[in-house]
């Protein structure tokens, strides 16, 4: 079974339309793009896919070898890609998915034409002069609650990371995708997510880059998002009006907008 066909790999649109790849963040699977996906579908090849770990199929999927970083995670995606000869396509990668697109990026430039980074961040621990947001105590304190109750952890912090206080229906669907992935291999992921450190890797990135931010993130700040697109060599930073860190739920519209300017201006149409 080739690997696209594993991580149940979904594509829509034209088939001869620019590709554009979907990938999700922690805990959640390729359903969080349902609602960016059909702004796009009318003119480019749509295609999304479950990371090793998720989806239905996440245990087959992963290798805790080979995903012990995220740079197996980055050789999915250079495999998912070349096995469908995506060449030039759009990433769009969420959250730890920023991440593993600009590693699959340095990988195999010629795969992508362009990165759009949802909530990025190199490095979630603070570090000297460089404020990632958590302190190394708070990230012990998250993985020991994880470890110890994951699914206590879920239902606490999935409402805190989606924000959107008035809108309780976001958090409890964030909560639900967390509890239906496997606790054990979320716990390896979450280890490799918030202990990773990409911050000399940005430099490497060739193509052009998005950065889209959302307001009161409390896992990828502003100051987080400005030092991604500050350490870019070919970046543009968008500020949206939405708050959390998952707007590809909580303001799919504004999102998939702020992408279609982007790629608009770049002269890239479907």
């Known amino acids: 079974m080739h690997t696209a066909d594993r991580h149940q790999m979904k594509m829509t649109g034209p088939t001869d339309g620019r590709p554009m790849v979907f990938v999700h963040g922690f805990g959640c699977d390729q359903r969080m793009w349902r609602y960016v996906i059909p702004w796009f579908e009318d003119r480019f090849r749509c295609v999304s896919f479950d990371l090793a770990g998720a989806g239905s199929r996440g245990a087959d999927t992963y290798d805790p070898e080979r995903h012990a970083t995220l740079d197996g995670y980055a050789r999915d995606v250079v495999e ?3 096995e469908l000869d995506l060449d030039g396509a759009v990433y769009v990668g969420h959250s730890v998915s920023a991440m ?66 008035d809108r309780p229906e976001l958090g409890d669907e964030l909560t ?13 992921f979450a280890r490799v997510t918030f202990l990773s450190d990409n911050r000399e890797d940005l430099g490497q990135v060739s193509v052009p880059c998005l950065v889209l931010q959302c307001r009161n993130d409390v896992i990828a700040p502003e100051y987080v998002g400005r030092y991604v697109h500050e350490h870019l060599p070919r970046s543009t930073f968008e500020m949206l009006d939405a708050s959390g860190h998952c707007p590809n739920l909580s303001a799919p519209d504004e999102t998939a907008n702020a992408i279609l300017s982007y790629l608009a201006a770049e002269n890239i149409t479907g």
């Open 80 to 82: 998912i890609c070349s």
């Open 100 to 165: 593993i697109g600009v590693l699959a990026s340095i990988r195999r430039p010629d795969l992508f034409s362009h990165l759009v980074l949802v909530g990025p961040s190199p490095r979630y621990v603070d570090d000297g002069d460089y404020v990632g947001g958590f302190t190394r105590s708070d990230i012990d304190d998250l993985l020991d609650s994880l470890d110890g109750n994951y699914l206590g952890w879920s239902a606490q912090m999935a409402p805190v990371i989606m924000g959107n206080d």
């Open 176 to 188: 639900e995708s967390f509890c239906r992935t496997d606790p054990d291999i979320q716990r390896r």
